[in-house]
């Protein structure tokens, strides 16, 4: 049996990350209305009432919108063969600092929040590089 390569290992981990982001927010949701009213079709103007839960929705938009770009890097790096230590190491550093930037985004953190966000952006850019060069 074939493994997947390690940019489709990393792809997956902040596919499965980017999806369990929502539940702490829901939770609190469920908390603050009750759990039928949580459970409705939301409204979309009704922010949580706690600040950590909105930051980290606003967390989870962002980290949707940057799959939206590395997923199909990741995908193009595996299927065009140009795979290296040097993407496979991009994908881990997308994948943590993702992580740390949804818990830095929550606790409120500005500028340390900036910084996971490039350093995120940095390991897309070695996978444009591989796949441009």
Not at 33 to 38: D, F, K, L, R
Not at 118 to 126: D, E, K, L, R
């Amino acid at each position: 049996m074939n493994r997947p390569s390690p940019e489709l290992m990393w792809l997956a981990a902040v596919c499965a990350f980017t999806g369990i982001l929502w539940v702490p927010y829901i939770i609190n949701r469920m908390r603050e209305h009750g759990v039928w009213p949580a459970l409705r079709n939301p409204n979309h103007d009704a922010r949580p009432k706690a600040a950590w839960a909105n930051r980290l929705m606003w967390a989870h938009v962002n980290a949707v919108e940057n799959l939206v770009i590395f997923a199909p890097l990741a995908i193009a790096v595996h299927v065009a063969g140009v795979g290296s230590a040097a993407t496979a190491t991009a994908c881990a550093v997308f994948f943590f600092a993702r992580v740390a930037h949804a818990v830095i985004y929550t606790a409120g953190v500005p500028v340390a929040r900036t910084l996971a966000f490039f350093a995120g952006f940095v390991a897309q850019a070695v996978l444009v590089v591989a796949l441009v060069t």
